[in-house]
């Protein structure tokens, strides 16, 4: 069985503050993991895949296969950064992809 | 050009009745997708249909039933209503093999 656990359900930081969105994963195989985020009104889409290895609006996120995490960091938050991340992990012949329940980001002024 | 596009976006009904949600992708994909978000925001995936095929069918009630006319197309049939479903029900879409899924912008269910 595949799962994934964000054990934080909101997180508010300041502009300008470093944040972590902590995502934790269990899988027997070998999984691939993703970071999908929903701002305010608009769709949920893509923001980074570990085998990509590329920072994408300023957030990382590095795969810790012994922690099974795959944590998403950014050094200096931003306003506008303010939305829904949610972890994700595929894997499976089916290539199911699990959500974790999502953790509500608030970059506050 | 919307890439992943769902009808309707509201629905609102009665217990008891029966309603359609339509999905079109125009991606070119062979995956697709209708995910359930409850009103604690957990996405759970509920189908997956590759080439019409069905290759995920979760733990959902058989009052729901997709059906994939064609690759670019994946309908959501629910029936008899019930208060527990109403949600936000998302399509999606992928090449198979990838978990890169497009989203619809989700079709808002309120059964009162």
């Known amino acids: 069985a595949q799962r994934v656990t964000q054990p934080e359900k909101l997180l508010s930081v300041f502009k300008g503050a470093p944040v972590e969105l902590k995502c934790n994963y269990s899988?027997?195989?070998?999984?691939?993991l993703f970071w999908y985020v929903q701002y305010s009104r608009q769709r949920l889409q893509l923001l980074l895949r570990?085998?990509s290895r590329e920072s994408i609006k300023g957030f990382t996120a590095d795969l810790n296969k012994g922690e099974t995490s795959f944590h998403l960091k950014k050094p200096f938050a931003q306003e506008e950064d303010s939305a829904m991340y949610y972890c994700?992990?595929?894997?499976?012949?089916?290539?199911?992809?699990?959500f974790g329940k999502g953790t509500l980001l608030t970059v506050n002024p | 050009d919307t890439a992943v596009s769902q009808t309707p976006k509201y629905l609102v009904t009665q217990m008891g009745n029966d309603k359609s949600i339509k999905c079109e992708q125009n991606l070119g994909h062979d995956t697709m997708y209708w995910y359930k978000q409850d009103s604690k925001k957990f996405l759970k995936i509920m189908f997956s249909y590759n080439n019409k095929e069905l290759i995920i069918n979760e733990t959902v009630p058989n009052r729901f039933s997709p059906k994939s006319p064609d690759k670019a197309h994946l309908n959501l049939h629910i029936n008899s209503l019930e208060l527990g479903d109403s949600a936000v029900y998302f399509c999606?879409?992928?090449?198979?093999?990838?978990?890169?899924?497009?989203f619809g912008e989700g079709s808002r269910l309120t059964v009162l």
């Open positions: 570990h085998i």
């Open positions: 999606a879409s992928s090449q198979r093999y990838t978990g890169e899924l497009f």
């Open positions: 899988y027997s195989g070998s999984p691939e």
């Open positions: 994700a992990l595929s894997g499976g012949s089916n290539y199911k992809l699990t």
